[in-house]
Every structure is written in C-alpha cells, then in structure tokens.
C-alpha cells in the first residue's frame, strides 16, 4: 500500500482508511510514532499493556547492559561508595589547642 497526503498547516495528516484498517487504528486510540536510523518514520498501533510491557523489558535490557558495561570497567571490584568515600577523606582529627609559652 502506498498513499501520499498532503500535510495541514497544523502539522496533521490523514491515514488512509485501508492503512488504518490493516493496523487496527481506530478513532481516539493511542498512536506511536517512531524515526529509524535511516530517517525513515513508521506509525504503529500502541498497543496499551502490550506496549507498556514491552518498554520495560527494553529498558531493563539496556540498564544489564550498561551495568555490565561499568562491572568489566571496574578498577576497585567490591568496594561500595562509601567505602571509597572513607578512603578519600582524611580522618577526623580532634581540635588541639596548642598553647604557646
């Protein structure tokens, strides 16, 4: 299917009818919009749960992998913020009053 419209003044544009039919776009319903690497847009259905769950798995598989991503680059394996926070400062010292004489 191919169709070409013309874009309104307010950025609009109509879907086909046979185009909605085949994605199952219906009147008042969310649409998702998206841009691919090669600058190609696509129109998709979002699919409410579906989609929702979706996102989330992608998120969380881009989080392990930024996670592992850190873990192999760690110069100081085991060692907690605070650990390393302890590390860097120096040690409290309690204030002496040096009297000269």
């Known amino acids: ?3 070409e419209n013309n874009l309104t ?3 609009q544009v109509t879907v086909p009818k046979d185009i909605r039919d085949a994605l199952g776009l219906l009147p008042g319903r969310p649409v998702r ?3 691919d690497a090669d600058g190609n847009a696509r129109i998709f259905k979002a699919d409410d749960a579906a989609e929702v769950e979706r996102r989330k ?3 969380q598989a881009r ?3 930024a996670q ?3 873990r ?3 110069t100081m394996p085991g060692v907690t913020t605070d650990d390393y926070m302890d590390m860097i400062r120096e040690p409290l010292q ?3 009053v040096i009297a000269k004489t």
């Open 33 to 35: 919009f998206e841009i």
């Open 68 to 70: 592992a991503i850190f």
């Open 94 to 96: 309690p204030f002496e």
């Open 1 to 3: 299917m191919k169709h």
């Open 9 to 11: 003044s307010k950025g």
């Open 72 to 74: 192999a680059s760690d």
């Open 57 to 59: 798995a992608d998120f």
């Open 63 to 65: 989080m392990k992998k």
